[in-house]
């Protein structure tokens, strides 16, 4: 069985963790555009982590085996920032149309103040014009008030709901994102919001339309196993095979692959890994064997 990551922040996790995705059937990864754990401080700083998520990154999972992509945003914490965010609106469009960029994202609300609304509502503006999807951050505090004033907003901006993948959601949104016919994405931590204990739940309850599962691992406590692990875990508990490979592959790629940039045949078919190959001079050896295949 293969797996869809489609929301992991590789940037903060190991060659180890892409060793590891490779062996548990992860074919392909999105990483969403993020914030690093503090407030960057130039548009700079913004420019080099987008081209790093287009560059570096993408390379770097090729010498494991995993394809992978990324959406571009401006993030809802960073949006505060007034004169900063104006700044990165401006690079925004330009690596909105590099190889490999499947969304607008991850974009939406924080503490929903009004600097966050202003940048949420350009940015749905931008993916209009770009043609590509968007990826809805919805708010860890008051979850259920910024999950429904997300999707008004965007029905506002004339986004269909099937363009729009609203990430983050829990016991408390699902039932009303599915019902304005968004895609309902999960991300699941080993210790706080959901659980793989829990996602069985939602989609014994709920079955396989637009639900998604994704580990959402980054800096932080965490699991990138999260997507196959849970897909072991739906089938132990009795899920039908059709629904976990949904859920964990299939509902991913067709979110996604509406960017144009998603494409099955990018891992059924992949390029050999030769790890003697460099990225600006750069290997992800540090004097091992390359693998060859």
């Not at 965010?85 to 009004?114: N, R, S």
């Not at 592959?249 to 099955?264: I, K």
Request: with cysteine; charged share 20%.
């Amino acid at each position: 069985m293969h797996f869809i990551d489609p929301h992991i922040h590789m940037s903060a996790r190991t060659t180890d963790d892409y060793e590891a995705l490779a062996a548990a059937g992860v074919v392909a990864v999105i990483e969403p555009a993020f914030w690093l754990g503090q407030p960057r401080t130039s548009v700079g700083s913004f420019q080099d982590y987008y081209a790093s998520l287009v560059g570096w990154e993408r390379f770097r999972a090729a010498q494991f085996g995993i394809c992978h992509y990324c959406t571009i945003g401006l993030n809802s914490k960073e949006a505060n920032d007034d004169a900063l965010a104006e700044q990165v609106m401006e690079l925004l469009p330009l690596f909105a149309a590099k190889d490999g960029v499947v969304a607008i994202g991850e974009i939406g609300f924080d503490d929903q103040t009004p600097a966050e609304e202003k940048y949420f509502r350009a940015q749905l503006e931008l993916a209009k014009r770009v043609e590509l999807p968007v990826m809805i951050h919805t708010p860890h505090r008051d979850k259920q008030a910024g999950t429904l004033r997300s999707m008004a907003i965007c029905l506002e901006h004339g986004l269909r709901p099937d363009q729009v993948i609203v990430d983050h959601n829990n016991e408390e949104t699902v039932q009303a994102v599915l019902d304005q016919g968004f895609w309902a994405a999960f991300t699941l931590y080993p210790k706080t919001k959901m659980g793989s204990e829990r996602m069985v739940e939602v989609v014994r309850r709920y079955g396989q339309q637009r639900i998604i599962v994704d580990s959402s691992a980054d800096w932080g406590v965490s699991d990138p196993l999260a997507v196959p692990k849970t897909a072991r875990l739906m089938l132990a508990r009795g899920i039908d095979s059709a629904q976990v490979t949904a859920t964990c592959y299939g509902n991913a790629l067709a979110a996604y692959g509406q960017s144009g940039q998603f494409n099955e045949a990018d891992w059924l078919s992949p390029t050999a890994i030769d790890q003697r190959q460099l990225f600006e001079g750069n290997s992800v050896l540090r004097g091992q064997q390359p693998l060859i295949s």
